[in-house]
């Protein structure tokens, strides 16, 4: 793979591209920009509901601005990592105090936005307003080790070489440019997947270091396995979702019901209250951020 690939690559997305509402001609950046933020570790079917909610009831960054945390955190609802809902709350503060109420287009003034990182910054740059920048996310990677460096799959990451590699890839025209990054992840989310890649459909497989090496097994360091069940991100989730679920401050009581486990428990309660994703009254109980 190399820039000679961006024409079929670009030509595949055109024809084969899920459609999915925050690819419709229109959004707006702040539209782009919740999707992002969404979509970070919470798969497409889970985001889509929640977020044509956020844009039906916060179309702009300064009414998801005017919302209370609480509301944000009830309306993120099971997404996960609940911290990207705060994030974004003053990430909206920002864009609709400094920046007219309209999302930035450039990678520095949305790198200086709270809470906005490296990724979600040339994400939104590209997808929202169609600039050259390098998206780097993990299906990224994947496509880059197999189709560029013949590897059955990534490394750990590693973010300015992962950045380079992306860019040594991208045309020099940004409409161009912008399309060949969505193409790339779309690759990778779709047919070039970690366990079963479909390079009978693949439109680079004429070009793909890996295949053309005969598809080696992956050999470099051993990658971290996520679980879930039992880790402190599924109990704070237990913990969160209580709170969600009653229209006030709770008592300790009826979070300790939530998980059995006292000591993982009041651990991830402390991690809650330090996150600022939960609070505690000064009569001993808890609640969501300002719900007291
Ligand atoms: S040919 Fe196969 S391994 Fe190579 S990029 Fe395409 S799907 Fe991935």
Redesign the pocket.
Known sequence: MNTTTAEPLNAWYETSARELPWREPGTTGWGVLVSETMLQQTPVRRVEPVWWEWMRRWPRPSDLAAASQAEVLRAWGKLGYPRRALRLHQAAEAIAAEHDDVVPSDVDTLLGLPGIGTYTARAVAAFAYGRRAPVVDTNVRR?VA??VHGAGDAGPPSPNRDLADVEALLPDDDAKAAKLSAAIME?GQT??TARA???DL?P??HD?A??AAGCPEYAGPPKKVQRFAGTDRQVRGKLLDVLRGASGPVERADLDRAWSEAGQRDRCLDSLLVDGLVEQTEDGRFALPGEH
């Open positions: 496509v197999r189709a690759l047919v070039c890649p479909g390079c693949c680079i497989a793909c890996w295949l």
